[in-house]
C-alpha cells in the first residue's frame, strides 16, 4: 500500500522541511528510548527502559528492529552518543576501568604507545566477562564497579587500578 506525503496543511504540528520539531515532539515514537537512555547515563537495561517509558513492549521491539536501540549485549542497550570503547567493555561485561577509564577521562592520550588495546574493564564479584574479538583485563570488586558510572569507574578509581596494574606486570 502506498502512502501520500502528510499535508502540511492538515498536520503543521508534523515536522518537516521547512517546519522543525515542536518542544517534546522528539520524545514521541521511538526516539524516546534514545532520550530515556541518555537520561540514564548512556547505557540501560531492557527492563530499565521499559519502566521508564509506561513498558510499552510493541514500541520497545519496533525501536529495536528498526535501529532505534543499539543492544551492546543481551538485555543491555546504549545511546548513540556512548563512546566505541565504553560501548566494548559493556559488551565485555562492565564499565572501563583502569588505564581504558583514564583515556575515557582524558588522562592518558589514547594514541600513547603504552596503550595497546587491551580493554580494562570493572565487574563486580558476581560479574561475568563474555567473550570479545578485544584482549581483556579484568578488575573485580564491587565498589570499584560502583565508583562511576556505567560509562567508566570513576577518575580515582581508575588512577588507583593503573597503579595496581602497572606494578603487577613489571
Known amino acids: 500500500m502506498l502512502r501520500r506525503p502528510i499535508d502540511p496543511a492538515l498536520h ?3 515536522p518537516g ?3 522543525p520539531a515542536p518542544p517534546g515532539y522528539e520524545f514521541a515514537g521511538f526516539r524516546r528510548f534514545e532520550l530515556v537512555l ?3 547515563g548512556g547505557i540501560a537495561s531492557r527492563r530499565e527502559l521499559l519502566a521508564a517509558t509506561d513498558g510499552d513492549e510493541t ?3 519496533f525501536a529495536l528492529h528498526y535501529g532505534y536501540l543499539d543492544r551492546v549485549r ?3 542497550y546504549a545511546a548513540a552518543t556512548v563512546p566505541p570503547d565504553a560501548r566494548a567493555a559493556w559488551a565485555a561485561g562492565g564499565p572501563l576501568a583502569c588505564v581504558s577509564a583514564l583515556v575515557h577521562h582524558g588522562v592518558l592520550d589514547p594514541a600513547d604507545h603504552r596503550i595497546d588495546g587491551t580493554l580494562h574493564i570493572a ?3 558476581g560479574g561475568h566477562r563474555f567473550v570479545t ?3 581483556v583485563v579484568a578488575h573485580w570488586g564491587d565498589e570499584d564497579r560502583a565508583s562511576g558510572t556505567r560509562i567508566a569507574v570513576s577518575l580515582e578509581t581508575a588512577l588507583r ?3 595496581w596494574c602497572a606494578s603487577a606486570h613489571q
Open 12 to 14: 503543521p504540528e508534523v
Open 17 to 19: 522541511p521547512g517546519r
Open 38 to 40: 541518555r537520561q540514564l
Open 59 to 61: 514500541s520497545f521491539w
Open 74 to 76: 543481551t538485555g543491555w
Open 123 to 125: 565487574l563486580g564479584r
Open 133 to 135: 574479538d578485544r584482549p
Open 161 to 163: 587500578q593503573a597503579r
